[in-house]
């Protein structure tokens, strides 16, 4: 349902009616954003020095404008502590001036805005000082990733969490919505029976380029209805609802809404004398509508026609209050991109900056003295009554909103004891003993999965612990006596939350969850599990939950082309130099269970550190800093090796490599594996010792991990690190092959760690359809691949090549 927002009347909702004091006190601040949010960008780019030969430093001062008056109302009348905000990316000095204002946010860092040092180009949770939310600046994961803040909230609340909900607001340019992932996550908070969500749009109608097509608000409105939205209309200001009311105002009411967006924006720029031009000759010589006109001067009409209801602070506050309930909203404010600006209306203004001349007339009209542009309070009338309503102001009134949750105790480390068994298997087998053995750790866990909850081997974790939904539902195969190896029912107490087969959304999901600790004081350990090939179908999402610092352990698998059958559709080829490439994502890919079983448990700590940055001096990494966890994993069933128990063998594992056959001193080769290879690659190595050559056997358990410690320890000037001590006892003569099944450069670079000559193999083309032996064999991974590369690129008598 679309509702147009209301007349000014008492304010509904959870908030005080609105007095006109109040009002007169929000008017000013929206003026003292706009200002200090222009201003910060101005110094930036104008004043501040940046050094011989650098670039513009931008800052979006047109789309700063077009929030100033949205941001005032939200944050200085409707939210509360509890409300959660997403803010967008160009609004982000805005958002940066009413921290300030407020105390959360120093001048210096205002001075250095986009400076080193000084605050984000958009809001980052983990690289500004104020109180930042959700990190935003790719256009549309700010949006969704309020639906999945949401639905973390409620499952929190059905595990019993008891403090107040909140509403998780996002505030989105109109152009956003162009962006895919926010109609798959719309979907799946339709799923998910979404509620306390709003969003206010920006509409502007001006995306970078230029002006969106006519009638997009339709579209838009049209969409969120679909999926249970209630849509506030925020049209028209109190200037121009009063205009309507006088004898011919239905006549410009109906011109404003057949005005082209184009020639709306042009006659903005334009000024009063072109609205009144245009208007008289569109409308003739019609008494009432002419008369209506002609009691205004040009300023006075100008501010008629440009008093859209996304900067009239009183139809934002009524609609704001008017909003009632959990049912999600969407406001369409109406707004004018550069308002209050020189630049107002203008196509080109996205990323255009007010002149030093257009500036001098800015700050003549805003009243702020010269000297005093980083005054909170310069040119304001009545100081000490705007303190007086901020003091009063309920979002701020319990400071910083940032929780925290103490460390949850980690179970014992679970052994598997299967004497063949795949790495996917194994993770389902852990996390299955985890959900049956309980415990603080394991009433945390929250897994989630796009559609292959089963074939990633979480069913078990799922039969033992339940699918979440806020109202029960009942498995019908089992209510109707089929038999069915899983038990497919819903509660509030269940622990995993099935998604659609939509991976961006599995990686805001993991986001948000992993947000919960900063967000809501309660701690998850989240766990998605989805095909290893379409981890970069998530990679945006991926790339910023990782940014926002949240915490997850991300399970892809089956992975490689050893998922042999699937072809090159299902087999991933990249996804290992995406686990080396992620900050914040330690990433591993075992070859055994013992491995992933230290892996799970070392995990299951790393998620929930929140410590300094300084580096273990063991491995040169900053784990006491915590963070994520990718896995990948594979379905193949290897062989598994005896019981290892010691405790060098479980720091290799962590720490990324160690020896399954330490060489001599006189080794001649190393063959280093990553993974699901790991047969192929000690079948070579034994062929090779038959030939009487001193040959060692690597296994590298995470590049990732391997490679980050050796170029860290290369930063802090002559420091070992793991790959050094495993490749410095290597005579200068030792060849080093690498095999992986994955992209060949994930270990490429272990020759350069001690200078040694080093042939990569590995996958680099689209998969082939087949068995695993014919596609090892294709790809050039395979035993008597490895084998070659140690004859053709090694001094001495060549090996006979075995296949079978």
Known sequence: MTTTAPALSPAAGGNLPLRPADLAHLDTLHRRLLWLSCWTIHHANHLRNKGEGEVKVGGHQASSASMAAILAAL???????????????????????IQYMMGAQTRDRLMAFRGYGGVQSYPSRTKDVDDVDFSTGSVGLGASITIFASLVQDYLQCHGRKAPLGRMVALIGDAELDEGNIYEALQEGWKHDLRNVWWVIDYNRQSLDGVVREGLFGQIEASFATFGWRVVRLKYGALQRAAFAEPGGEKLRDWIDACPNALYSALTFQGGAAWRKRLLDDLGDQEPVSALIGRRSDTELAAMMENLGGHCLASLCEAFDAATGPQ????????IKGWGTPLAGHKDNHAGLMTPAQFAQFQQAMAVPVGAEWEPFAGVPDEAGLREFLSRVPFFAKGQRRFTAPALPVPPLVSIADPVISTQAGFGKILDEVARSGGPLADRVITTSPDVTVSTNLGGWVNRRGLFARTAEGDTFRDERIPSAQKWAFSPEGQHIELGIAEMNLMTMLGAAGLSQGLFGERL???????????????????????????????????????????????????PLIG??????????????????????????????????????????????????????STRPVEQPLRRHDPQFA????????????PGPNAEVVIAYQGAVAPEAIAAAAQVAQGRRDVGVLAVTSADRLHAGW?????????????????????????????????????????????HRTVPLGVERFGQTGTIAELYRHFGIDTAAIVSAVNLNSPGRPLAVVRG
């Open 328 to 335: 999600p909203t969407v406001f369409l404010a109406y707004t």
């Open 75 to 97: 944050y200085f009348h409707v939210l509360r502590p509890e409300d959660r905000v997403s803010v967008k990316p160009h609004a982000g000095p805005v958002f940066h001036a």
């Open 580 to 633: 080396m490439a992620l900050d914040g994502l330690a990433a591993f890919e075992p070859a055994f269970v013992d491995e992933l079983s230290i892996i799970m448990d070392w995990s299951f700590q790393h998620l929930q550190r929140h410590g300094g940055q300084d580096p273990d001096p063991r491995t040169w990494l900053a784990d006491a800093a915590g963070g994520s966890v990718y896995l990948r994993l």
């Open 525 to 575: 350990i989240p766990i998605g599990t989805l095909y290893d090939p379409f981890v970069a179908r998530g990679l945006d999402a991926l790339i910023h939950a990782c940014y926002q610092d949240a915490r997850f352990l991300l399970v892809g698998t089956p992975s490689g082309v050893t998922l042999a059958p699937e072809g090159g559709a299902h087999q991933s080829i990249g996804t």
């Open 651 to 662: 720091h290799g594992v962590i720490d990324g490599a160690y020896w399954v056959r330490e």
């Open 711 to 755: 170029t860290a320890a290369r930063r802090a000037a002559g420091r070992v690190s793991q790959a050094d001590r495993l490749l410095g006892r290597l005579p200068p003569h030792c060849l080093i092959v690498t095999v992986i099944d994955g992209h060949s450069a994930t270990l490429a670079w272990l020759g350069a760690v001690q200078g």
